[in-house]
């Protein structure tokens, strides 16, 4: 046996293949190196940019410490996105495994990069100009040049942010490693916010001048919701107003009571069938009833038509408050004095309008003169500038987070803004981010009663499992737990308190009409209700509704639960919107968040 011989051609091309496979991996060795050392540097540019940012939280009251601190973190960011953009780092993105960490680090440093950069910077120049003083009212007029000095920042960088949180929104969590995954997950929940956050800045400042007059004289119907006696966005409409704003100027021009309009024999507007079919035509008949449709842009179309029947002037636009959004706005403006002499504060705003006042007086008459003299004095309150404006926007966005303040207008343009905020009072909405329920309750007793009931809703998920992409699917269950907290006595309270066994129930008990809107596209599975009464319900909208009916004597408590099946990979967090009660704001305070398997 013989071995081949080895020519000098062979040796040659030996050394030739040694010597470029050395180099290949002497260049990807260098790649590696170059990667890792840029890494490691963008990486204490990113936490020097953390650190400057949880420094500056408890100065961002000052915006001159702001803009300087911003400035510096956007140095950092911009070091950060540097160090991971460069044709190298590119290339590296495309190898297996570590590919996709280093693509979901270029992406978060360009993301925070593009925020600190156009986003934080303008906003904190405007900022630096710009006091939450100048939003007081002086004589009754706001200027309104505040309002329109911040719009283009806020414009901007809502934008901005918007744009960074989608691209962080992108990134496929999947085969990302925990510490990489857990990061760019905390950044995309802190980028959320921000978004909200921006974009309901940029909206108030192009709406608000608008609203108060910029443009032209204005006037919005305000209604006063009763929470004593459950609407499903709120309360029954009892006191109401109209606010007119011209060129910045506010003032109250003039007040009713929805006792004072009629039954129409008609609908004032037209029912959409859906609608109809669930609620009968009651919404359209009575004022006091408008609010009966879960969806504020009908219930304020309602109640502006059934205002220009009876005042012959179309307003242009609605808004609507409970009490409780005037014991936050007390805080603003502190006590103020009423001419029966009662002083009306953050403490007693509430017992005294939806419990206090019906025992005291036994005549309607007297109760409305009640909650006009009320609303009056709150508005001379702010009209006079004695509220803390930055108290005011504390109180104002509170009402609004909890849905208790709702805004409808009658101009496109104004209503574009509003739409998809809680300020516009829409159905629950299933997207991306969240599988919502609706639950709305309303009182069917024609009484005052749920000043002593409470409800409890609690969401969970009965099994659920995550894809890869961090979808879930599963089964889910939602349970509203009504409960009577009224006296063992309390049918010896006023029977308008009471509603003296009117429609039906004893008095002392309540009885309390419920509808929960499935989220859109989920399956029911089951629904089961304490005193087997069964349900009703139907379709509004691309929801299902259910609907249920219970009564309750004093101490009692009754429970309906929903079971349902989602229709295909969603959101793993699941959360309820509920009527604003006196215990409790419009959204459920439990959210279930699916964890997997």
């Not at 170059?34 to 204490?44: D, E, K, S, T």
């Not at 680090?105 to 993301?111: H, I, K, P, Q």
């Not at 909890?402 to 409808?408: A, D, F, K, S, V």
């Amino acid at each position: 046996m013989t071995q081949s011989a080895t020519t000098p051609a062979m040796r040659t091309a030996g050394i030739v293949f040694a010597s470029a496979l050395g180099g290949l991996l002497l260049l990807t060795v260098a790649a590696g190196v170059w990667v890792g050392i840029r890494g490691f540097l963008a990486y204490g540019h990113l936490l020097d940019a953390q650190r400057a940012a949880a420094a500056i939280q408890s100065q961002l009251d000052d915006p001159a410490v702001a803009s300087t601190a911003i400035a510096d973190i956007a140095a950092e960011t911009s070091a950060a996105r540097s160090l991971t953009s460069d044709p190298v780092w590119r290339v590296a993105e495309g190898a297996p495994w570590i590919g996709p960490q280093l693509a979901a680090v270029s992406t978060v440093a360009a993301s925070v990069d593009d925020v600190a950069g156009s986003a934080l910077t303008p906003l904190a120049e405007v900022a630096s100009t710009f006091s939450l003083d100048s939003l007081r009212l002086q004589d009754g007029r706001i200027d309104l040049s505040s309002l329109s000095q911040i719009q283009d920042a806020a414009t901007a960088g809502a934008a901005s942010i918007g744009r960074a949180a989608a691209s962080v929104d992108s990134l496929d969590r999947a085969p990302l490693v925990a510490p990489v995954r857990t990061a760019v997950d905390e950044l995309g929940a802190l980028l959320g916010d921000a978004r909200n956050a921006t974009d309901a800045l940029a909206r108030a400042s192009a709406l608000m001048p608008a609203m108060l007059g910029a443009d032209g004289p204005r006037d919005y119907l305000l209604l006063f919701q009763n929470n004593a006696e459950w609407r499903s966005l709120g309360g029954i409409p009892g006191a109401m107003a109209v606010v007119h704003t011209d060129g910045g100027a506010i003032s109250l021009v003039a007040q009713d009571s929805t006792s004072s309009f009629p039954r129409y024999a008609e609908s004032v507007l037209p029912l959409d069938p859906e609608v109809q079919a669930i609620y009968g035509r009651r919404p359209a008949l009575f004022m006091q009833n408008v609010t009966q449709v879960p969806d504020f842009a009908v219930s304020a179309s309602l109640a502006r038509e059934m205002w220009t029947r009876e005042h012959g002037t179309q307003v242009d636009g609605v808004i609507a408050v409970d009490p409780v959004t005037l014991s936050y706005i007390l805080t603003a403006t502190g006590p103020v004095t009423l001419p029966t002499g009662d002083v009306l504060s953050a403490d007693n705003a509430v017992p005294l309008l939806l419990n206090d006042v019906y025992k005291r007086y036994a005549r309607p008459g007297d109760q409305d003169a009640l909650f006009a003299a009320a609303s009056a004095a709150v508005f001379d309150a702010l009209a006079s500038g004695s509220a803390d404006p930055g108290a005011l926007v504390t109180a104002l966005t509170r009402a609004g987070d909890e849905r208790r303040l709702l805004l409808w207008s009658a101009h496109d343009d104004d209503q574009a803004l509003l739409a998809g905020t809680t300020l516009a009072g829409g159905l629950p909405v299933t997207d991306a981010e969240a599988s919502t329920f609706g639950v709305y309750l309303n009182d069917g007793t024609g009484s005052k009663m749920d000043y002593y009931l409470a409800a409890d809703t609690q969401v969970g998920w009965e099994s659920c499992r995550l894809d890869a992409g961090g979808r879930a699917t599963g089964v889910a269950t939602l349970s509203v737990t009504l409960t009577s907290t009224a006296p063992a006595d309390a049918a010896g309270l006023p029977p308008y308190i009471t509603g003296g066994g009117s429609f039906g129930v004893e008095p002392g008990s309540a009885r309390t009409l419920a509808y929960v809107y499935l989220p859109e596209g989920f399956e029911l599975v089951g629904s089961s209700v304490t005193d087997d009464r069964g349900f009703g319900g139907g379709f509004h909208a691309g929801r299902q509704v259910l609907s249920f009916t219970v009564d309750l004597a004093p101490g009692q408590s009754a429970q309906a639960a929903v079971t349902v099946r989602t229709p295909g990979p969603v959101a793993p967090r699941i959360v309820a919107e509920t009527t604003p009660t006196i215990g409790s704001s419009g959204v459920s305070s439990v959210a279930a968040v699916c964890i997997g398997a």
